[in-house]
């Protein structure tokens, strides 16, 4: 199919997500992927510095995954994984427990971020339900981000998402994400909020906050507030769906914070961008909650294509993977070569506020910038006639590489960015 007979059946056919149809230019068409590139139809190659939304953490076409998918295919599909099960799932499950926090015991899959949410949501409300008690409130940060479906939205805090839905969603209770600057104040604010409301949970992006411009947090605040909840009896979910797997320098956000989630959501790059799939872990104690002679306090919520057999299997070479010395040494050069071009754009006039964490990099630039807006895409638009893929946030540029870029491939990243701030 030529460019010209792709973009003539998109026009037609197809609605994107994240897009006002009437004013946004046109979808850019990508032929095929390799490595850490995009390469469009006239085959040049994009260097995709965010990993398409975070997921292809390992490149494009990774053949360790694509190999697992194939060796998979000749064997099981996908069955219905009610009352079934299978081996990838189970050699996922052991792997992947291996991995988490201590205290995560099971896991409940589905197939993305925002239903890896739901369910988390879902789980709180029913192990208090379950307990006797009625807890009907979520407790939730100011411009958190987690997902589009109801539940997730409701916890979610970017009006820019929930506008036209905002009578319809759960009750949410939010509070600022925790510093060593605030702590005290949100510490004080959540114990009024847990005081005055049934509150079910309490959900948060550990130590990063993606849609809000990746807004950096602090573990050892995050930890007290935590610890609050603990008191309170409020049920903790982690939503790990972006800062999962590794880009946060460890395996999990959550590695850095001594109060561990009592649910966590994973996503993205679970199964490193060749299959969708999400799992929502939870620890031994919610687990046991639905345990019953009566059937209807198990819990009742199903996917048809949950635990996926070829979606584990992926999954659970992805794994492999990041736990490989070669990842792990990749990953460790990504994040001290990050922290060197930090002290180059603090001396530019055209930046403000840099932060890194893991192989996770993001400057504001000097003004203002609106989020979804003909400034923002002109941006956007710059780069990629740059050959780097990137997404801008309103004012903020951000990066979160593959573990597979190299230090040659980084430093055009970097290089592109100073030419950028200089001609601006």
Not at 45 to 63: E, F, M, Q, R
Not at 190 to 218: C, K, T, W
Request: hydrophobic share 40%; net charge negative.
């Amino acid at each position: 199919m030529t460019k010209e007979q792709l973009l003539k059946i998109d026009a037609q056919n197809i609605w994107h997500p994240l897009t006002q149809h009437k004013t946004a230019a046109a979808p850019l068409p990508i032929a095929r992927a390799e490595g850490n590139y995009l390469i469009d139809h006239n085959g040049k190659k994009h260097l995709d510095a965010i990993s398409s939304w975070y997921t292809c953490s390992y490149g494009h076409v990774n053949p360790v995954l694509t190999n697992a998918l194939k060796e998979q295919v000749d064997q099981l599909h996908h069955v219905v994984f009610a009352g079934m099960t299978h081996e990838p799932a189970a050699r996922l499950s052991e792997k992947l427990l291996n991995i988490l926090p201590y205290n995560q015991s099971k896991l409940f899959f589905s197939e993305n971020g925002s239903t890896s949410v739901e369910i988390a949501i879902k789980m709180a409300f029913q192990y208090h339900f379950n307990r006797g008690e009625k807890r009907n409130v979520v407790l939730a940060l100011e411009n958190g981000f987690h997902g589009d479906t109801f539940g997730a939205m409701s916890a979610s805090g970017l009006s820019v998402y929930n506008g036209p839905f905002e009578d319809l969603l759960i009750k949410v209770e939010r509070i600022p994400a925790p510093t060593s600057n605030n702590i005290e104040e949100v510490l004080e604010e959540a114990a009024r909020i847990f005081e005055e409301h049934q509150v079910s949970s309490f959900i948060y992006e550990p130590l990063v906050q993606g849609a809000a411009a990746m807004q950096l947090n602090d573990p050892q605040a995050l930890c007290r507030l935590l610890r609050l909840c603990q008191e309170y009896g409020v049920v903790t979910i982690a939503d790990e769906v972006m800062t999962g797997f590794g880009k946060t320098g460890t395996y999990f956000a959550s590695d850095h914070v001594l109060n561990k989630p009592d649910i966590m959501c994973l996503s993205k790059a679970l199964t490193g961008g060749i299959m969708p799939m999400a799992i929502t872990s939870c620890s031994q104690e919610i687990y046991d909650a639905f345990l019953d002679d009566d059937t209807s306090r198990g819990f009742f919520h199903g996917h048809t294509y949950s635990g996926n057999p070829l979606g584990c299997a992926v999954a659970a070479a992805a794994i492999d993977l990041l736990t490989s010395d070669e990842i792990q040494h990749q990953l460790k050069a990504i994040v001290k070569a990050h922290q060197l071009f930090k002290s180059r754009l603090l001396e530019h006039d055209q930046v403000e506020s840099v932060r890194t964490c893991g192989v996770i990099l993001a400057f504001d630039l000097v003004g203002e910038i609106s989020r979804y807006g003909d400034e923002r895409n002109a941006i956007f638009q710059w780069f990629w006639n740059k050959e780097i893929f990137l997404r801008p946030l309103g004012r903020t540029i951000y990066i979160v590489p593959p573990f597979t870029t190299t230090a040659v491939e980084l430093q055009q990243v970097y290089e592109v960015m100073i030419e950028f701030l200089d001609q601006r």
